[in-house]
């Protein structure tokens, strides 16, 4: 699944994703200035504020800022080689559940794609494993997150995998600024994204279950899946405007931005985040209800 677009495609899509998550940071750091949040991670900050009313936007900012890091990792630029793809960094684990699950890739595609066509407002589309090794995709609206769920802790797995290094990005994002770059500038956020190794975090997360991207049968499958399940999240793709418009692929490039988004996964990293998730039996899960 290579794409002759990819790497002109990341690179200005992710300038405008950079600046957006900075402008996201920039006003989460002016919420919380004089407040007992001011020196607590991004994590720290979506559990803290996530009940509490007075702090709404500061949660929505947080929370954001989060699912966008997350996006932002779990992409990376094709191999310069033309005989070769990210896809042949893909697990041969993760090459079966998609199989068992998709019948293949191209319908997992598929389903990105009628799910974010289907889906009136802004979000973001996950793909989750569960203990069973089955994989689905489920939809989050707004800000709602699959990172923070239910008040319970997230480990050292989600701190190593999760919030990997924000600097990545720069490889094929040229002069784009870094995100992480921001603690030197005295006029941008000190805080940071990345949660610190073994911290329990809590908290909850916003899964619209309204449906409103899925066909009816597919609903009920995702309803199957979740009830009862720990679920882990693999990647996320940002389904909001300013993404494919700074493509150049117009205010319609909704699907061709989707199916561009599965020629740059840096499947090489999914495959680590799916295998670490079922070899520590469940750790960093979140639950679903």
Known sequence: MRCRHARTFLT??????????????????????????????????????????????AFNYA??????NFFLNCIKPQPKESN???????????????????????MLQERFVASASGMTSSGWLWLVTD????????????????????????????????????????????????????????HSPARSIHSSALVRLGGFSVLDRSAESLPVSEAQRLKAF?????????????????????????????????????SVL???SISATYEKFHMTNYRGAVLMR
């Open 131 to 186: 203990g069973q090794q089955q994989l689905a995709v489920m939809p989050t609206f707004g800000s709602g997150t699959l990172l923070i769920r239910h008040r319970l802790a997230l480990n050292d797995l989600s701190a190593s995998t999760v919030f990997a290094s924000e600097t990545r990005p720069q490889e094929f994002a040229g002069s784009s600024p870094s995100v992480a770059s921001s603690s030197q500038d005295p």
């Open 226 to 262: 979740s009830e009862g399940n720990k679920v882990y999240p693999l990647f996320c793709l940002s389904i909001h405007e300013h993404a494919w418009m700074s493509a150049g692929l117009g205010v319609w490039g909704k699907e061709e931005y989707v199916r561009r988004f599965f």
């Open 84 to 106: 070769k793809s990210n896809i042949d960094e893909m697990s041969m684990d993760v090459k079966q559940a998609i199989a068992t699950q998709f019948s293949d890739l191209g």
């Open 63 to 68: 929370s954001l800022a989060a699912n966008n």
């Open 266 to 268: 840096d499947w090489k």
């Open 12 to 57: 200005h899509s992710l300038k405008t994703v950079l600046e957006w998550q900075q402008g996201l940071l920039d006003r989460l750091n002016d919420q919380v200035k004089d407040t007992p949040f001011k020196n607590e991670s991004i994590l720290q900050t979506i559990i803290n504020t996530a009940n509490d009313a007075e702090y709404i936007q």
